[in-house]
Each structure stands twice: as C-alpha cells, then as structure tokens.
C-alpha cells in the first residue's frame, strides 16, 4: 500500500500565505505525477496545479501567479507554496499521486486525506 499525508492547512486572513506538504510512504518504486485538487463546499473537486517528475508544472488559471507547486523527489513529498489567497480560495486541499507500487507491479493513483484551508477575516 501507499499512503499520502497532507499537512499545513489551516486559518489565514485574506492576502496571507500558507504552505502545504504531502508526503508519500509505503511500497513506492516510483512517483509519477504529484497534484493538488481542492473542493469547496458545494463544488466538485478541481485540479489546483500539477508536476511532473522532472519538474514541469501546470497551474489552474485561478491560481496562476500566487500558487507555487513544487517537489522533492528524494523525500516523496509535493508542496503548495500558497500566496495572496483569497476568500475563494477556501476549500479542502486533496494531494494526489501516481505511484508504481513494487509489491503490486503496477501504477496506480493514490489520494490523501485532505487538509482544510480557509481564508477568511
């Protein structure tokens, strides 16, 4: 099995900063893609940004230009640099990866338990 674990949400005014960290442990060979989505109440869960491997990245058009993705490869583990936010930045942030399990030979997707975030004065 492979697990994600979110961590670094919480309470934040209005043009404030947070950061959030998901690392991946368990039976991994390799990650793939590493993604953060968030859902805000009431909405269907959207993609936030995405990066590769090799460190391409590709950001929601709502986010572009204060959200920062990032990763570290030797530690498993994906951030969101998150500035500026906003009031609709609220939502429950999802870390997602796509992982080749060793024990199972395959690749799959994993997701995390999500960490709530809320901007708000």
């Known amino acids: 099995q492979v697990q994600l674990k979110e961590s670094g949400g919480g309470l934040v005014q209005p043009g404030g900063s947070l950061r959030l960290s998901c690392a991946a442990s368990g039976r991994i060979f390799s990650i793939y893609d590493m993604v953060w989505y968030r859902q805000a109440p009431g909405a269907e869960r959207e993609l936030v940004a995405r990066?590769?491997?090799?460190?391409?990245?590709n950001y929601a058009d709502p986010v572009k230009g204060r959200f920062t993705i990032s990763r570290d490869n030797t530690k498993n583990t994906v951030y969101l640099q998150m500035n500026s936010l906003k009031p609709e930045d609220t939502a429950v942030y999802y870390c997602?990866?796509?992982?080749?399990?060793?024990?199972?030979?395959?690749?799959?997707?994993?997701w995390g338990q999500g960490t709530q975030v809320t901007a708000s004065s």
């Open positions: 997602n990866a796509d992982v080749y399990d060793y024990v199972a030979g395959a690749r799959n997707d994993y």
């Open positions: 990066i590769s491997r090799d460190g391409r990245t």
